[in-house]
């Protein structure tokens, strides 16, 4: 049995309910970071999120809050309850993964590795920071784009074991375009995820680019 078997399976009602929840609620972002508008999800080098996670295989499922920070040096990913509760925190800092769980404490230098090794769930957590600003990396492989050129299915081409990412629909959060729901599957599992805010961030304001630089110098 995987560590996250005591999760609780939230009855429908519950799930709408905290859906409603993480939609009302504002991210505050950490004091050395300012939010920012972008034209581009490709401009934010910093951006925190708040969604849902549904995770399904052939004998277990369970949904819950995520919440997900993401920097050039640093991941914090937390998986909460309807109430708040923290579940799973695992955090990324240069290299060194930190996981907290079941009120223990797990260390390792892949982030992938530790989570899959200690929970049971290989959720990719090092190319989902692209997927959920819906783009793709060098070992993606776009299968399907909709009328609009953006991406609608794509696998990865260098996994053994690949996973298919299907971009159900589209959102504008923060002033750029990104996916709003996302589908995941590999094998048995499959993995929902539902995006409710997105908030790009940055440690200076972003002059946007439409704006001449003199006009900032003069305010």
Known sequence: MNNLSYLTKIPLIWVLLSVTLLSACSITPPENLLSVEVDDVSEAKAWEMQGK????????????????????????????????????????????????????????????????????????VDALPLWITGQLSDDDELLMQDERQRPKKLTTIKDPRPWEVEFISWQQQSGAELPRLLELKREELRLKLQISHWQALSATPILPSNQPKERLNEQ
Do not use: C
Request: charged share 30%; glycine share 6%; hydrophobic share 35%.
């Open 53 to 124: 996670l549904a995770v399904r295989t052939d004998k277990d499922k369970f949904s819950t809050n995520l919440y997900w920070l993401h920097t050039d040096d640093k991941n914090e990913l937390r998986l909460t309850t309807m109430l708040g509760t923290t579940v799973l925190s695992l955090t990324t800092v240069e290299g060194k993964a930190r996981l907290e769980v079941d009120g223990k404490v797990y260390q390792d230098r892949d982030a992938q590795r530790l989570l899959t090794k200690v929970t049971g769930w290989a959720i990719p």
